[in-house]
């Protein structure tokens, strides 16, 4: 085909800085620099996917220049993920606007794409390839009516509006070039869903307009803080992240690489208890907002239905996470491909832990009614359960008893107890004693500071955490110890590492994670380091490309994000470290994103 080179270009992968997310809550889309969609689920985030070509199937939905030379950029919109890829040519500049329909309707999505010439005529390739079960399926039924294509993939059932020339490849893909002009939008709206479709065709300008408009319902206009463009930005991935139902998805994405050929490639696609606890704790940081609110529906439900056998994580619907398996797919280079997560064998002790956290932090702000309270007893309860017992811990490695998941539980049950009735707070306060006791019988290390586990002598910055929520005074002997030995020992560069894996130096091993960036600035600030507390924050909150998302790791070497996109805790923590530090260092120290 006489095309070719271009799609096996529109395919490639990019490095990871340079995707976009569209979300809708139900599920979404990464986009690339070529205006390739590359990844997206239906009907849900962890359904199989009907774009896949990012980790090398079947399935793209591109939209690009025609032109041989181009170089891109973009940005989201204000308070929004509805996103503008804009390339300059050497004939023109162009736009196109994209956004998941917003909200999102749990069974049907609507991809909304308006190209805009900016400054003289412009031709665009438009190519559409749905490969439903990760690129299984390809499009059959299809027909073309009055200008609008109709068909099917898989279970899926589409209809495409405006590419109505369009003509099918060699390959079943649909394929169009279109005229944009200056002045004039072109709109491509494409339905797909799980079920029949209306019968009525989605208006853009009416699309857009809900859009736009729900969008800005949904993300508050956030000022004060030290970096105000960052916050509402964090808030609105989370967001977008976040279902109908209140699950929130670790990430978008599935089995991008933590590091290359060291089998570290997970799936991210679920609700993580202990990740949306770090969320609505955040939020609870800023006030009362609605994302705070779906963390104590979604967290309260599955701690009444499940008690003290709690899953690490969830499905956005509240069901349990399937297992681990293979994919044949050629995946993202430098991992092999998996779906679901051995996440739901584990015992995590310091999720419930940071559920106490999470629901006394709503609490002081009187979001829990009479089932959340129930919530609260329950989790009080499963921890005097099962406290002694070894578990995975917040890094999900072995089963042992980490000082970390016990001083957590221990942080919860101080937090629920301040804000309980006197008799049942004080014997939560007792409990919490005991934890803490415990730890520092068999955690403490010879040097003052706290160790990983009793048979584990090293440090690990998630043992900063506990002084941060209230487990034990910030100016304690052990928080203060604890602090410079993270600072010295996994501190490079402006960045941290969550603990020394080997021998080797640090960064060989593991890239540097971000949450733990953020954990450093919020520990400074509480010790009243506070120029301290914003050079981690600014050092970490740069670690993105041009749309602004983060992920678990970065690689600081080679200045690459690594793993699933975007990681929901880590823009928890910039969101809620940016209001914290505003405290004491006054509002708008870094407005813009220096992006």
């Not at 991809?111 to 005529?121: E, G, K, N, S, V």
């Not at 990760?134 to 027909?143: E, P, R, V």
């Amino acid at each position: 085909m006489a095309n070719e080179p271009l799609l096996a270009e529109q395919l490639a992968p990019h490095v990871l800085r340079e995707y976009a997310l569209l979300a809708d809550g139900e599920r979404g889309i990464v986009v690339g620099p070529r205006g390739d969609c590359c990844w997206m689920c239906l009907p849900r985030w962890d359904s199989p996917a009907v774009f896949s070509s990012l980790l090398g199937g079947g399935g793209v939905y591109a939209v690009s220049p025609d032109h041989p030379r181009y170089v891109w950029g973009g940005r989201y919109e204000h308070r929004s993920l509805i996103w503008r890829s804009r390339w300059v040519t050497t004939d023109g500049i162009v736009e196109c606007r994209e956004a998941l329909a917003f909200p999102g309707d749990p069974h049907t999505a609507v991809i909304l794409r308006r190209i805009r010439a900016l400054d003289r005529p412009t031709r665009m390739r438009i190519r559409l390839d749905l490969r439903a079960e990760f690129g299984a399926k390809g499009i059959g039924d299809l027909s073309c009516t009055d200008g609008v294509w109709t068909g099917r993939s898989g279970p899926h059932r589409f209809r495409w509006v405006g590419a109505g020339d369009a003509r099918r490849g060699d390959d079943g893909a649909l394929e169009a070039i279109v005229e944009a002009s200056p002045g004039t939008d072109h709109d491509l709206v494409l339905e797909l869903s799980d079920q029949e479709l209306p019968s009525d065709v989605v208006r853009p300008n009416d699309a857009w307009r809900d859009t736009e408009h729900a969008w800005m319902q949904a993300v508050p206009e956030f000022s004060g803080t030290i970096a105000d463009l960052d916050t509402r930005s964090a808030y609105a991935v989370l967001r977008g992240l976040t279902s109908s139902g209140g699950g929130m998805v670790a990430a978008a994405t599935m089995s991008l690489p933590e590091r290359a050929e060291q089998g570290r490639n997970y799936d991210y696609r679920y609700c993580w208890i202990r990740d949306q606890c770090y969320v609505g704790q955040a939020v609870a940081a800023a006030g009362g907002y609605p994302l705070l609110d779906d963390a104590v529906r979604f967290i309260s439900e599955r701690v009444l239905d499940d008690g003290p056998g709690l899953k690490p994580a969830y499905c956005v619907t509240g069901d349990v996470v399937p297992g681990e398996q293979d994919l044949d797919l050629p995946g993202y280079p430098g991992a092999a491909v998996k779906t679901g997560n051995w996440v739901t064998d584990q015992f995590q002790l310091d999720a419930h832990g940071e559920a106490l956290l999470l629901l006394a932090a709503a609490a002081r702000l009187d979001r829990l009614d009479s089932v959340h309270w129930r919530a609260v007893r329950t989790l009080v309860e499963a921890i005097e359960k099962r406290w002694r017992e070894p578990d995975a811990g917040l890094w999900e490695i072995d089963d042992r008893r980490w000082a970390h998941s016990r001083l957590i539980c221990a942080a919860g049950l101080r937090r629920a107890g301040e804000v309980a009735p006197r008799q049942q707070g004080a014997e939560w306060q007792r409990l919490a004693d005991v934890l803490i006791a415990d730890a520092d019988s068999d955690c403490l290390h010879p040097s003052g500071r706290w160790q990983r586990a009793p048979d584990d002598s090293r440090v690990d910055a998630a043992l900063l955490l506990p002084a941060i929520r209230g487990a034990i005074p910030a100016n304690d002997p052990r928080s203060v110890t604890t602090l410079d030995a993270v600072r010295s020992d996994l501190g490079r560069h402006g960045f941290v590492y969550r603990f020394k894996p080997d021998e080797r130096p640090l960064g060989e091993a593991e890239g540097a994670f971000l949450l733990c960036g953020f954990l450093m600035a919020l520990a400074d600030h509480q010790q009243g380091n506070d120029l301290a507390a914003v050079r981690w924050f600014e050092r970490n909150r740069t670690a993105c490309g041009p749309p602004g998302l983060l992920t678990e790791e970065f690689d600081v070497d080679q200045r690459q994000l690594r793993g699933n996109l975007p990681q929901a805790f880590v823009h928890a923590l910039l969101f809620e470290s940016s209001h914290r530090l505003a405290d004491s260092v006054g509002p708008s120290v870094g407005t813009g994103t220096g992006r």
